[in-house]
């Protein structure tokens, strides 16, 4: 880390620290940012499990019609 990341995650934490000694307000702010923190993690956990596949996203190529027979539906005969 550099010294910039460092040091606003210093305020941060204690922004964080100030907010949750407010009386009746400081537990809801605490427990909305362990919540944060645990989806943060468990989104970082699913995204090395689960690492998108470009090819799998991408839509298969569609053949053009011009390419296709006459009286075929995708290179095998009409049933008649």
Not at 38 to 63: E, F
């Amino acid at each position: 880390m550099n010294s910039d990341s460092e040091s606003i995650m210093v305020v941060g934490v204690i922004v964080i620290r100030v907010a949750g000694m407010i009386p009746y307000l400081g537990g809801w702010i605490r427990f909305a940012v362990v919540l944060w923190g645990m989806g943060a993690i468990s989104l970082a956990i699913y995204k090395r499990v689960h690492p998108a596949a470009a090819s799998l996203l991408a839509p298969a190529a569609a053949v053009p019609p011009s390419s296709l027979p006459p009286n075929t539906t995708i290179g095998t005969p009409l049933p008649v």
